[in-house]
């Protein structure tokens, strides 16, 4: 799944790009599928428990108030002026590597500017997020860029022919793309799935690909039921299959959230190559809410604390949130004996939505760790009929 640059050279498939800061690194055959991290970026010992000093190395900051509202205290707007600075400057303390400004275009801050190229001055790789995707203006999109965006995403949900009833909100979506397209701006397009639209992941994965992104970001459903909706745990695996074969061959980065048995089917198909933990809720990745809230993932609403009050490496390090999500010894379940579990260790957030507790077994995974089956080694191969 890293981006590959062509190129080959001395054994390499070519040059493959981190999802997070960009860097190019040489990839052998066997690389070429696995997950967007380089090797410095990869969230490595840091999964087990046990490290003195965990590093988020992916914060997202919601900058508008209109994606992450755990409580009404996240309803106020949270950054300005010495404050943001200051939180700034813990964040590129904690030698995080990267940070994505959430913003709604409508509602752009007006500071916007100025932490954009704080962030950059700290060395932090900087993505912009706009949710909803709205037109943003041309010339403010290029002062951004000058103050230091690097890569702007965009939510791209179904594939735009086959929506129906939307035509204006199509339009939008795709003006949106072109406008960051034609700035010469590196794309990202954020797909949040829903058990629906599932199905239409070839579809929209071959439109992605018209786009010309560096990243697709795929996001699974949370909650496996909804209003006549179910995500079962068959139709989430294969799912993840056809995303490990598709990003084989896409020609830029794919990331996978809310699914982090993606890590055992890239195990299990590389038998063990590339079998490390991706960015997780509470795991290399946090979130800080337009009201200073720190969550441990943009789908998990439990707060571990506030900037108002805490430092954010207090509340990264030492908040019980996130050092259960780190310890995978408190994993209940099926997750909790699961040999995958430091590398996958389930949705936590699914597992919340669905059952209230954050440590619970993801219920919508296919695998059964104690299976003779699995027991055996013997898991899913390609063209080998899948274990039901
Ligand atoms: S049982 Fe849990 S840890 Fe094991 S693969 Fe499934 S979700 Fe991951």
Redesign the pocket.
């Known amino acids: 799944m890293l981006r590959e640059t062509g190129g080959t050279e001395g054994g390499t498939v070519g040059n493959l790009v981190c999802a997070i800061c960009g860097a190019v690194m040489k990839a052998l055959e066997h690389d070429r599928d696995l997950y967007s991290i380089c090797a410095a970026h990869r969230q490595g010992p840091d999964a087990r428990d046990g490290r003195p000093e965990p590093i988020p190395r992916l914060v997202i900051w919601e900058l508008t108030s209109s994606v992450v509202t755990p409580s009404p205290e996240a309803r106020v707007s949270f950054p300005s002026g010495d404050l943001a600075d200051l939180v700034l400057d813990q964040i590129a303390a904690l030698q995080t590597a990267a940070i994505v400004f959430g913003v709604s275009p409508e509602a752009l801050p007006p500071s916007l500017e100025l932490l954009v190229s704080r962030a950059r001055r700290q060395g932090l790789h900087v993505t912009l997020a706009l949710h909803p995707p709205a037109p943003i203006p041309v010339p403010t999109l290029r002062r951004l860029r000058s103050a230091g965006v690097e890569r702007v995403g965009v939510r791209l949900d179904a594939p735009i022919p086959m929506r129906l009833g939307a035509r204006a909100a199509e339009g939008i979506v795709v003006g949106a793309i072109r406008t960051v397209r034609d700035e010469g701006i590196p794309l990202q397009l954020h797909t949040q799935l829903t058990p629906d639209t599932l199905r239409l992941l070839p579809a929209l994965g071959a439109q992605i690909g018209e786009f010309g992104p560096v990243l697709w970001s795929v996001a699974f459903p949370v909650l496996t039921q909804g209003a006549g909706e179910t995500m079962t745990a068959s139709a989430l695996e294969h799912a993840l299959v056809w995303l490990y074969l598709f990003a084989a061959k896409a020609a830029f980065a794919i990331q996978v959230c809310e699914a ?2 993606y890590r ?1 089917i890239v195990a299990e198909m590389r038998r063990g190559a590339g079998a490390w933990p991706a960015l997780s809720d509470g795991n290399g990745l946090c979130v800080i809410s337009a009201g200073g809230e720190v969550l441990a993932g943009p789908a998990l609403p439990l707060v571990a604390g506030s900037l108002r009050e805490q430092p954010l490496s207090a509340i990264y390090r030492e908040a019980p949130l996130f050092r259960e999500l780190r310890d995978r010894a408190r994993l209940e379940g ?2 909790g004996r ?1 040999e ?2 430091h590398i ?3 949705s936590r957030a699914r597992a919340y939505a669905v059952t209230g507790n954050h440590l619970a ?2 219920p919508t ?1 296919l ?1 059964d ?1 104690l299976s003779p089956h699995d027991r055996e080694g013997r898991g899913w191969r390609p063209g080998h009929k899948h274990p039901r």
């Open positions: 982090p048995q055992r099926k997750c699961c995958f579990r996958c260790g389930g077994e993801d995974c695998y760790p």
